[in-house]
C-alpha cells in the first residue's frame, strides 16, 4: 500500500490536539442539530394544525437545494462530478440527460423539484389511482483555470458549464399498479442541445411500493 504523505500545519496541530476545543466543537454542532431538529417538529406541527398556512401545492412538491465549492488545484475524482444517468432506470438523485463525467466543477449550485398533482390528466378514471407529477433539476457550476489546466487534458471529455445552466424538465405517471413509475425527460439547456433525439429526450421507468 502506498503511505499517505499528510503534514499538518503548527496552528493545525495544535487544534487537533486540543481536547477543549474539540469538546466545545462537538457540543455546538450537538446543539445546532438540536435546534434544526425542534424547528423542523414546529413546522411540521403548524403545518398539520393549520390547513391554510402553506397551499395544498406546496406542501405536495418535495424541492432540494444545494451548494458547493472546492478550493486550490484538484483532480477531477475530487471536484463535484455532475451526477448523469446512462441507465434507463429512472435515478431521483441524478440528471437523468447527462452523462457520466459530462461536468466537472470546483464551484457549483443545484435545485431538484418534484411535484405530485393528483389525479392529473387521469381524474376522470379515478379507479386507476395513478398519479401524475412534474420535475425540474437545474444546476450552475463552473471552473478555475488552475482547475482546468489540471484536467482538461488530451483523452478526457470533460466539460464545464462557466456559468451557464443545465436544466432538464420532466413529467410522468406514479403508482402504475401500486409499484411501477414512468418518467419522460426533456433536456433543456445548455444551448446548443445535442444533435440526437434520445440526447435530448427520455423516457425512463422505475419501481416502488406506493399507496
Known amino acids: 500500500m502506498m503511505n499517505a504523505n499528510v503534514k499538518l500545519s503548527q496552528s493545525e496541530l495544535q487544534l487537533v490536539c486540543d481536547e477543549q476545543f474539540i ?20 413546522f411540521l406541527q403548524q403545518t398539520n394544525t393549520d390547513q391554510n398556512f402553506f397551499p395544498d401545492e406546496v406542501l405536495k412538491a418535495s424541492p432540494k437545494i444545494y451548494r458547493g465549492e472546492n478550493y486550490r488545484g484538484l483532480p477531477y475524482v475530487m471536484l463535484d462530478i455532475a451526477p448523469g444517468n ?12 447527462m452523462n457520466k463525467y459530462e ?7 443545484g435545485i431538484n423539484i418534484e411535484h405530485n398533482i393528483g389525479n392529473g390528466i387521469f381524474r ?10 412534474w420535475t425540474a433539476k437545474a444546476l450552475w ?17 470533460f466539460q464545464t458549464l462557466d456559468g451557464r445552466t443545465y436544466l432538464e424538465l420532466g413529467t410522468g405517471v406514479d403508482n402504475i399498479f401500486h409499484v ?11 444551448t446548443p442541445l445535442p444533435e440526437k433525439t434520445n440526447e435530448r429526450f427520455g423516457i425512463f421507468g422505475s419501481f416502488r411500493l406506493s399507496f
Open 124 to 133: 376522470w378514471f379515478r379507479k386507476l389511482k395513478f398519479r401524475q407529477f
Open 86 to 97: 446512462e441507465l434507463y432506470y429512472y435515478n431521483k438523485y441524478a440528471f437523468n440527460m
Open 180 to 190: 411501477f413509475r414512468v418518467d419522460f425527460i426533456w433536456r433543456v439547456l445548455p
Open 23 to 42: 469538546l466545545t466543537k462537538n457540543n455546538i454542532i450537538n446543539k445546532v442539530y438540536l435546534l434544526f431538529g425542534t424547528l423542523s417538529d414546529v
Open 103 to 109: 461536468f466537472i466543477h470546483d464551484e457549483y449550485a
Open 141 to 157: 457550476g463552473s471552473l478555475t483555470s488552475e482547475n482546468k489546466l489540471l484536467n482538461f487534458k488530451q483523452g478526457n471529455s
